[in-house]
């Protein structure tokens, strides 16, 4: 069963830095792109980057560029999301999904809660 599972969300004051991790299971992870996504409340969910299997950086949303980066270790079946200079609009449950959507893998995780306030 594919599974994904976020963490390393708080509450940082703005200006902040965080580390999020996605660890995935039930497949094979270094073979599949993957995505980090957002969503605030009563907003859409938002795509901010993918990365492939082989580390490539192939989108980064114009909201998040410069501050945020994506990296992988597919020796822990981990996707990694640096994000520095948060802003008060980055407050949202942060996602991470593979970029694919086909059969089996149309499920979410929990997600982790980013809070930026002062």
């Known amino acids: 069963q594919v599974q994904f599972v976020e963490s390393g969300g708080d509450s940082v004051q703005p200006g902040g830095s965080l580390r999020l991790s996605c660890t995935a299971s039930?497949?094979?992870?270094?073979?599949?792109?993957m995505n980090w996504y957002r969503q605030a409340p009563g907003k859409e969910r938002e795509l901010l980057t993918s990365i492939t299997g082989r580390g490539v950086i192939t989108y980064v949303a114009d909201s998040v560029k410069g501050r945020f980066n994506v990296s992988r270790d597919d020796a822990k079946n981990t996707m990694f999301l640096e994000m520095r200079s948060l802003k008060s609009e980055d407050a949202a449950v942060y996602f991470c999904?593979?970029?694919?959507?086909?059969?089996?893998?149309?499920?979410w995780g929990q997600g982790t809660q980013v809070t930026v306030s002062s």
């Open positions: 039930g497949f094979i992870f270094s073979e599949y792109s």
């Open positions: 999904k593979t970029a694919y959507s086909g059969p089996g893998f149309n499920s």
